[in-house]
């Protein structure tokens, strides 16, 4: 697992930044909790879509690129990275290690049964 360091973030270079990305991105929209590392103030956020190495979330808070930060992610969890971009309201964050974005997208909850008490009552005759 690769872990950010203050050096290795002022090590960043502008390609980092620029390269194309690779990878499918899937578009949703999840509500997901978003800190800068090492803080313990918790933002919501509406992340727009997802890949395996990264998102974009909707986040309007002054932020510079390379700023350390944790997102959990639906199905996944506490995932760290780093600011990429930051314009407009909305945040890329590239993952310090990879996920699997269909996590994400599993159903919440427990199964596909019904609840006895969301099922109709049988008329009596």
Request: hydrophobic share 40%.
């Amino acid at each position: 697992m690769e872990q950010f360091t203050p050096e290795s973030v002022n090590a960043l270079s502008a390609e980092d930044f620029t390269v194309p990305r690779s990878g499918a991105r899937d578009s949703l929209l999840l509500t997901a909790q978003f800190r800068v590392k090492d803080t313990d103030e918790v933002h919501q956020v509406r992340v727009r879509n997802l890949s395996s190495g990264g998102l974009m979330a909707e986040f309007a808070g002054p932020i510079m690129p390379g700023t350390l930060v944790e997102i959990e992610v639906r199905g996944v969890g506490w995932v760290s990275g780093r600011i990429a971009w930051a314009t407009d309201g909305r945040v890329g964050v590239a993952f310090s290690t990879e996920i699997d974005p269909l996590l994400a997208r599993k159903p919440v909850g427990k199964g596909t049964m019904t609840p006895s008490y969301t099922k109709p009552l049988s008329s009596r005759r």
